[in-house]
């Protein structure tokens, strides 16, 4: 009866290798992954998993405030593999990245030690350029050819320097005698004339590093005539009788 009880034992540590021994994350330093806005699955690496099973589940823990966003789906009880995901939206503009512990929990109750975990949120181009301003406007000498009238400028709130970043301005006004740069820097393309118009206006808009662009902006030009001083009501010719003295030359002429 012994030895029966002796053998009983032996096939229980045969069958059960792992048993009362701690499970361990599969991992050497940190966790690092990547999860859009929209949320779903994290891309980590290395893939979550931890030897010494099987594993019943992951437990996370963190020291910010409020509850995290994210939760462990077992995928192999006997590796350990999971998937960590999103349990709803991100905003990468309010939190970018989250750093928190996971622990593997052994079906055995054990407890393996912590590793750290650095999730990234990545940006959805979710915002529009917009305007610094609602309208512009500047002013150009008739005739001058100006390297700069005027600079536009329009923000973008998207996170990421792709999305988040303007990276081109457009004049979408046909067959203006002006151009603008991707730093928003407005010239004039050839010499104005104050005869032909006075005022052109133009309509601008911004792109996004990410190819969405914003709603068009006015921009105003005012040519100023070109001051031209000269003198008026000069008589062509004059009468002076001699012994009457001194006389004015040009009595009525006028400079303008």
Same mark, same amino acid.
């Given at each position: 009866?012994?030895?029966?009880?002796?053998?009983?034992?032996?096939?229980?540590?045969? $069958?059960?290798?792992?048993?009362?021994?701690?499970?361990?994350?599969?991992?050497?330093? $940190?966790?690092?992954?990547?999860?859009?806005?929209?949320?779903?699955?994290? #891309?980590?690496?290395?893939?979550?998993?931890?030897?010494?099973?099987?594993?019943?589940?992951?437990? !996370?823990?963190?020291?910010?405030?409020?509850?995290?966003?994210?939760?462990?789906?077992?995928?192999?009880?006997?590796?350990?593999?999971?998937?960590?995901?999103?349990?709803?939206?991100?905003?990468?503009?309010? *939190?970018?990245?989250?750093?928190?512990?996971?622990?593997?929990?052994?079906?055995?109750?054990?407890?393996?030690?912590?590793?750290?975990?650095?999730?990234?949120?990545?940006?959805?181009n979710e915002?529009?350029?917009?305007?610094?301003?609602?309208?512009?406007?500047?002013?150009?000498?008739?005739?001058?050819?100006? #390297?700069? !009238?005027?600079?536009?400028?329009?923000?973008?709130?998207?996170?990421?320097?792709?999305?988040?970043?303007?990276?081109?301005?457009?004049?979408?006004?046909?067959?203006?005698?002006?151009?603008?740069?991707?730093?928003?820097?407005?010239?004039?393309?050839?010499?104005?004339?104050?005869?032909?118009?006075r005022r052109?206006? !133009?309509?601008?808009?911004? *792109?996004?590093?990410?190819?969405?662009?914003?709603?068009?902006?006015? $921009?105003?030009?005012?040519?100023?005539?070109?001051?031209?001083?000269?003198?008026? #009501?000069?008589?062509?010719?004059?009468?002076? !009788?001699?012994?009457?003295?001194?006389?004015?030359?040009?009595?009525?002429?006028?400079?303008?």
């Amino acid at each position: 009866m012994a030895d029966r009880g002796a053998l009983a034992s032996l096939l229980l540590l045969l $069958v059960s290798p792992a048993w009362g021994k701690v499970p361990r994350l599969e991992v050497d330093g $940190v966790y690092k992954g990547t999860v859009s806005e929209q949320g779903g699955k994290v #891309d980590l690496v290395p893939q979550l998993s931890a030897a010494n099973g099987p594993i019943c589940g992951y437990r !996370i823990d963190s020291t910010q405030h409020g509850k995290l966003p994210f939760e462990v789906f077992m995928q192999d009880q006997e590796t350990g593999l999971a998937e960590l995901r999103v349990r709803r939206p991100l905003d990468c503009e309010t *939190k970018e990245n989250y750093v928190f512990d996971v622990v593997a929990v052994s079906c055995t109750g054990d407890f393996s030690p912590r590793a750290e975990v650095h999730v990234t949120v990545k940006d959805v181009n979710e915002f529009l350029p917009e305007w610094s301003e609602g309208e512009y406007s500047g002013q150009v000498a008739e005739g001058e050819l100006a #390297d700069a !009238i005027l600079t536009v400028q329009a923000t973008d709130r998207d996170c990421s320097p792709t999305f988040g970043s303007v990276c081109s301005y457009t004049i979408t006004s046909p067959g203006q005698p002006f151009a603008v740069d991707d730093k928003g820097v407005v010239r004039n393309t050839v010499p104005l004339s104050a005869n032909e118009s006075r005022r052109h206006v !133009i309509s601008v808009v911004a *792109k996004d590093c990410g190819g969405r662009e914003s709603s068009p902006v006015l $921009v105003t030009i005012s040519v100023l005539p070109r001051c031209i001083t000269s003198w008026t #009501d000069v008589s062509t010719s004059m009468t002076y !009788i001699p012994g009457t003295g001194p006389q004015p030359v040009f009595p009525q002429a006028k400079f303008q």
